[in-house]
C-alpha cells in the first residue's frame, strides 16, 4: 500500500506541474521588471528550465489553443485560435484574419487598412481599430474580444458568415423504416402488413441528391397486395448569395400564399433557414387516440409519408420527416380488428410577416404531381413574394397559371405590437374543370397569431376562409372527372365500398374553412391545447370536422391528459369520437434519489378511453428504459374492453424498442378480444464516404460524421446509444442546419490506451450536408516517466514531446512526466532551454504487461 502512494503523489506532482508553472507566470506579471529567482522552485537552478519567455508576463508559450470566443462580453463560437507573441512580449495576441473578423461580427469593409489586407494575412486589429482589445485567459481558455460598436456590423443575434459554413464531404447515404404486423382472429384468419420506406443520396460539394420511395404489402384471406411507389427524386444546392436554394426534380411548392403542392420541375426560393434562429418556420403537431394497439399512417398530398404502430390511448407524433412540406396532413388510425378512423390535421403557414427590407420569394416551373391516380399532371408556372416594409407591415403576392387554370393573389399583413400579428389577402381564380366548364371566384383568407405571455395564451394558428361559388384550385382542374373515389376490399370481403378519403366532387366547391390552433397555459403545471377545422362546401349542407383538445397536467412527478377527437368526413354518415384519461406515475415518486434500482427509469400508468357508442377500453400499464444509456425502453398493458360494436374481452400489450449505435429496432405482441398481433420493425441509416461504410440510427436530412480512428466504442454525448465503431467512426443522425453544432465523446468511455486531443468539436453545416468531426486519438499506453540527465533529473518545467514533436508535456520535479499514446518502445526527447546542450534524448522500453495497465510506470536515462 505504502508503494502505491508514492507513486500516486508522484502522479499528481505531473498533473499539477501546469498549475505550478501558471503561478510562476502569475508572479512574473505582476512585476514584469523583476527578476523571478530560480531558486523558489529548486535549490539548484541547473535543475529548472529556462523560464525567460516568462519574465514579461506571459502566461503561456505561443501556440495554437482551443479557446470560446467572446465578442463584446457575448458568447460567440469555440475554435482553434493561433497565438503570436505581442511586440514588447508581454502578453499573447489572437492572429484573426479578415474573414474570421467578419464571422465575429467586425465590419471590416468599414476599416480602409483591413480591408486591403490579404486574406490570409494576421489582423492587428488592436492597433488599426481605434480602442479595439483582446484578452486571453489561459486558465479558462476564453479569448476575449472588444471593439466598438461602431465597427460591428449591424447583424441578428445568432448570426453565423456564410464563410464558416460547411458543404461537407462526398458521401452516399441509405436511410431505412422497416415496420410489419401480423394479425389473427380467432377463427383462424390472418393479415399481414408490412411497409418500407428507402431514402437514399448523393453528396458531392454543394450539390444534393436525394430519392425517396416506399414499399407496401398486405394480404389475408382471398387478397394481396404488394406495391412499390416512387415518391420523389430531386437534386439541390444553396445560392448562398441569394440565401435561396436551387431545386429540380420534384419537390413541393410553400403553402404561404397558395396550397402547397408536388411538383417536377425547377424551383428557386429562399431558404429562412440561413437566418438566424428568431426567424424559423411553423411545423404541424399530430394528436390521436387510439382505442387498442393500432397502425398510424400520415399521407401527405397523396403520398404516404409516415406509419408507425402506437399502444392504446391518447398519441402524440412530432417528428415528421416531411415537416418543412405543405399540403394537409390526412391520419389515417387502423385498429387490429379492421376498424378505421380518418381525420385531417390543417397544414398553414403562420401570418407571413417579415423583417423590414427583407424579401422572400420561390420561382416554380414544372409539372403537378400527385400521389392520386386519378388525376393529370398539367404543366404551371407559380411565382410569390413577400416584402417587409417598415412600421411592422409586409405586403405579398403571386401568381400561379397553367393551360387550365389562372390565380392570382395580393395580401398584406401587420405586426399589430400587443394585439398580436394578422394578415389578410384575397386570390382570384379562373379554371377550366374535366367537363370543359369554365369558372371563376375568388377566395378570401384571414390568419392571425397572438402569444399573450402574461396570460399563458398561444394562438398559435387561427384562420378562415371563405371561396366563392366559382373558386377551384389548381389542383381540382388536374381530376380527370368531376367526381369518382377509389373501391377497396376489405380483407377479401366481396362488399366493395368507396375509400372515402379519395372521394370528390366538383359540383361541391369549397366555400368556408375555419381552422385553429390554441394553447393555454392553466396555473405552471397544466396546459390546454385545441386544433381543429371546419370546411363546409357549396350545394349541400355536409362539411368534414375535425377537433382535437386536452389538457395536460402534472401534480409533482405525476402526470394525467384528459383528451377528446372529433373527426367527420362530408361523404360519410359516420361521426368517430374518442374521449380518453391518461396518467403516469414515475417509480422514482417512491423510491430515494441515490437507488440503483432497475427501477428508477420505470413508470406505472392507466388509461381509459369510450368512443360514445358503448364501447369501453380500460389499461393499466408499465413502461420505462433498461441499459446504462437507457436505450432499451419497454411497455407491458393488460386491460379490458366492453360494450359497442367491437370485440369485447381482456387486452394486452407487449413492446421492446431498442436504440443502437448501428440502428434501432422494436417488436410487440397485443391481443383484443377475437385478435392476436405481433408488430415488429427496424430502422437506421448506412453512410459510405472516403474511409468505408458506417452504419446509424435513422438519418436525418443533415448529419455529422464522427472521425475518430482507434477510439472505438466510444458514446457520443448527450445522444442515446449512439457510440463509435470498431474503427472508431460513428454517425451523429441530426444536426441544425447553419448553427454551430457541438459535438462532444464521453471521455470516460474511452479505452485505457486511448486519449482525444480535443474531446469537443464545432461543425457548422448546410443544408443537407455530411460534415466531419476529426477528432484527433492518441493511441497508446499512458505513462508516468521519471528522466535523469547525467545521473540528476531532469530540470524542472523542461517540455517532454515524442512522435512527431507535436505532442508533449511539461516535466514535473523530480525529473517526472506524463505522457500519453505511447508505444512499448521509443524515444523522447527533452528540451528545457534554447542551446543545443540543453536537450536530449532518451530510449525507453515499457515492460511487457503494461499493454494491461490503466498506468504504467518507467525509468529512462536521458543523453
Known sequence: MKKYHIRERALNKAMLTPLALLLVASTFSARADNYFNPRFLADDPASVADLSSFEKGLDAPPGTYRVDIYMNEGYVTTRDITFDKSDDG???????????????????????????????????????????????????????????????????????????????????????????????????????????????????????????STWSYSSGTGYNENRWQHVNTWLERDIVSWRSRLTMGDGYTAGDIFEGINFRGLQVATDDNMLPDSQRGFAPVIHGIARGTARVSVKQNGYEIYQTTVPA????????????????????????????????????????????????????????????????????????????????????????????????????????GYLGAVSSDITQANATLPDGSKHQGQ?????????????????????????????????????????????????????????????????????????????????????IYLTGSHQSYWNTSRSDEQLQIGYNSTIQDISWSLSYSLSKNAWSDDKDQLLAFNINIPFSHWMRSDTRSVFRNANASYNTSTDFKGRTTNTAGLYGTLLEDNNLSYSVQSGYNSGGNGNSGATGNAALNYR??????????????????????????????????????????????????????????????????????????????????????????????????????????????????????????????????????????????????????????????????????GTVNVRWGNSENERCTATYSLPADSQNQALSYASAICR
Open 313 to 416: 390511448g391518447a398519441f402524440t407524433i412530432g417528428d415528421l420527416y416531411a415537416a418543412g412540406n405543405s399540403g394537409d396532413l390526412q391520419v389515417t388510425v387502423k385498429e387490429a380488428d379492421g376498424s378505421v378512423q380518418v381525420f385531417t390535421v390543417p397544414f398553414s403557414s403562420v401570418p407571413m410577416l417579415q423583417r423590414e427590407g427583407q424579401v422572400k420569394y420561390a420561382v416554380t416551373a414544372g409539372q403537378f404531381r400527385s400521389g392520386n391516380e386519378q388525376q393529370d399532371k398539367p404543366k404551371f408556372f407559380q411565382g410569390t413574394a413577400l416584402w417587409g416594409l417598415p412600421d411592422g407591415w409586409t405586403v405579398y403576392g403571386g401568381t400561379r397559371a397553367s393551360n387550365d387554370y389562372r390565380a392570382f393573389n395580393l395580401g398584406v399583413g401587420k405586426n399589430l
Open 443 to 527: 377566395s378570401l383568407r384571414f390568419l392571425y397569431n397572438k402569444s399573450l405571455n402574461e396570460l399563458g395564451t398561444n394562438f398559435q394558428l387561427v384562420g378562415y376562409r371563405y371561396s366563392t361559388r366559382g373558386f377551384y384550385s389548381l389542383a381540382d382542374t388536374a381530376w380527370r372527372r368531376m367526381s369518382g373515389y377509389s373501391v377497396i376490399s376489405e380483407d377479401g370481403i366481396v362488399n366493395i365500398k368507396p375509400k372515402l378519403t379519395d372521394y370528390y366532387n366538383l359540383n361541391y366547391s369549397k366555400r368556408g374553412r375555419l381552422q385553429a390552433t390554441v394553447t393555454q397555459q392553466v396555473g405552471r403545471t397544466s396546459t
Open 660 to 825: 443502437g449505435a448501428y440502428g434501432n429496432a422494436n417488436v410487440g405482441y397485443s391481443h383484443s378480444g377475437d385478435y392476436k398481433q405481433i408488430y415488429y420493425g427496424a430502422s437506421g441509416g448506412v453512410l459510405a464516404h472516403e474511409n468505408g461504410i458506417t452504419f446509424s440510427q435513422p438519418l436525418n436530412d443533415t448529419m455529422v460524421l464522427i472521425k475518430a480512428p482507434g477510439a472505438k466504442h466510444v458514446s457520443v454525448e448527450n445522444q442515446t446509444g449512439v457510440r463509435t465503431d470498431w474503427r472508431g467512426y460513428a454517425v451523429l443522425p441530426y444536426a441544425m442546419d447553419y448553427r454551430e453544432n457541438r459535438i462532444s465523446l464521453n471521455t470516460n468511455t474511452l479505452a485505457n490506451n486511448v486519449e482525444l486531443e480535443e474531446p469537443v468539436l464545432s461543425v457548422v453545416p448546410t443544408r443537407g450536408a455530411v460534415v466531419r468531426a476529426d477528432f484527433k486519438a492518441k493511441v497508446g499506453l499512458k505513462v508516468l516517466m521519471t528522466l535523469t540527465n547525467n545521473g540528476k533529473p531532469v530540470p524542472f518545467g523542461s517540455v517532454a514531446s515524442y512522435g512527431d514533436g507535436q505532442s508533449g508535456s511539461i516535466v514535473a520535479d523530480g525529473g517526472q512526466v506524463y505522457l500519453t499514446g505511447l508505444a512499448p518502445k
Open 90 to 212: 508581454s502578453k499573447l495576441e489572437p492572429c484573426l484574419t479578415r474573414s474570421q473578423l467578419a464571422s465575429l461580427g467586425v465590419n471590416t469593409l468599414t476599416i480602409p487598412d483591413i480591408a486591403v489586407m490579404k486574406s490570409t494575412a494576421c489582423v492587428p486589429f488592436t492597433r488599426l481599430i481605434a480602442d479595439a482589445a483582446s484578452s486571453f485567459d489561459v486558465g479558462r481558455q476564453r479569448l476575449s474580444i472588444s471593439i466598438p460598436q461602431a465597427f460591428m456590423g449591424n447583424q441578428a443575434r445568432g448570426y453565423i458568415a456564410p464563410e464558416l459554413w460547411d458543404n461537407g464531404i462526398t458521401a452516399g447515404l441509405l436511410n431505412y423504416n422497416y415496420t410489419g404486423s401480423e394479425v389473427r382472429s380467432h377463427n383462424g384468419g390472418t393479415r399481414n402488413y408490412a411497409y418500407l420506406n428507402l431514402q437514399t443520396g448523393l453528396n458531392l460539394g454543394a450539390w444534393r441528391l436525394r430519392d425517396n
